[in-house]
């Protein structure tokens, strides 16, 4: 019996959290536990608490269920978080991590430290939806609750793409894909489609980056005048730092986004060299190795500035051991 089956088994009312800005890995971990303990312990009082996920997730059973703002509850006996690396992450939903009798978290990040009181933490893992499902019972996984799992690997691997990648992510997918999820329609539908708006702030975003550091690095900044000009809001950014890692010739890309004056959100994405998450990790953010983010202050040279001083230092030590 794993340690959440463990904890499932004593009963009582569960409550589930995720980072704040959900993404295809949250949504599906958070999503894919809830119909689990639902199906598992049936009458079960069970609450899922989200800040708003986006729409292109709504196929996926429990969606209209999820709770996007503060409500009176009951201390919860169970908390369980999913793909939230740190404590303050879980917004402002924490209250009820705070609260309940027992927590656990599942995730899959480099810089978690194990804030809850069980804790089961897989670096080499691709994604949250691959630990957790090593966690739950294989006879109680169905359709509904593969379709989220692989919503999330999908999503965290860049459809198996990405170096987290492993032989295991690949058996787990083919084990989800025989339980008859539509896999090509999650994929095309949640992953490549993007809205005539989201292309045009993708054009403007490629049009507008600036390599530098001999080509090895590029990035790419969006304003909050750029985002209402185009009327996009962050959720519509998503896949950008991708497509500037895709450039040929690129170790390292960087993109931002306003969120307020001189307050950039920054996603940065790397190939063979160098660690971001130990520069986002500087900074006060984290991630993986190869994907990480932090929120940072300044002018958009001073961002630049700052995270190229910790890039250069990684691609020199790389340069001195060839």
């Known amino acids: 019996m794993t340690k959440l089956e463990e ?6 009312s569960v409550v589930i959290l995720g980072h704040v800005n959900p993404d295809g890995d949250c949504a599906g971990s958070c999503l894919a536990m809830y119909n689990y303990a639902k199906k598992k312990n049936p009458g079960t009082y069970v609450r899922l608490y989200l800040q708003p996920v986006p729409g292109k997730f709504s196929y996926l059973k429990g969606y209209d269920e999820i709770q996007s703002e503060m409500q009176e509850e009951n201390p919860f006996d169970l908390c369980i978080c999913l793909d939230c690396s740190d404590r303050e992450r879980l917004g402002q939903f924490g209250e009820y991590f705070d609260k309940a009798g027992q927590s656990i978290c599942i995730d899959h990040h480099i810089t978690n430290q194990g804030y809850a009181q069980a804790n089961v933490i897989d670096a080499q893992a691709s994604s949250s939806c691959e630990v957790l499902y090593g966690q739950l019972r294989p006879d109680m996984i169905d359709k509904d609750i593969a379709a989220c799992l692989y919503t999330g690997m999908v999503h965290d691997t860049g459809v198996f793409r990405y170096s987290c990648t ?9 084990r989800l894909m025989a339980m008859g999820i539509d896999f090509t329609k999650i994929i095309d539908d949640t992953f490549f489609r993007k809205t005539y708006l989201q292309s ?8 507008e980056s600036i390599r530098f550091m001999d080509g090895r690095c590029i990035f790419t900044v969006i304003k909050k ?3 209402a000009f185009y009327g996009v809001d962050n959720k519509d950014l998503d896949g950008i730092v991708d497509q500037l890692r895709t450039i040929e010739g690129v170790e390292c890309a960087i993109f931002m986004y306003e969120t307020d004056p001189h307050i950039y959100k920054v996603s940065m994405r790397s190939n063979d060299l160098v660690n971001v998450s ?10 993986h190795v190869r994907a990480a983010g ?6 958009v040279h001073d961002v630049v500035n700052n995270l190229s001083e910790h890039i250069e230092k990684q691609l020199s030590l790389e340069d001195a051991n060839v």
């Open 166 to 174: 492993s032989a295991r992510t690949m058996e787990i997918a083919g």
């Open 294 to 299: 932090c929120t940072m202050s300044g002018s």
């Open 225 to 227: 005048q750029d985002m």
């Open 200 to 207: 045009q702030i993708l054009g403007r975003a490629l049009m």
């Open 7 to 12: 904890m499932l088994e004593h009963g009582g």
């Open 278 to 287: 130990k520069i986002a990790a500087y900074f006060g953010g984290g991630g």
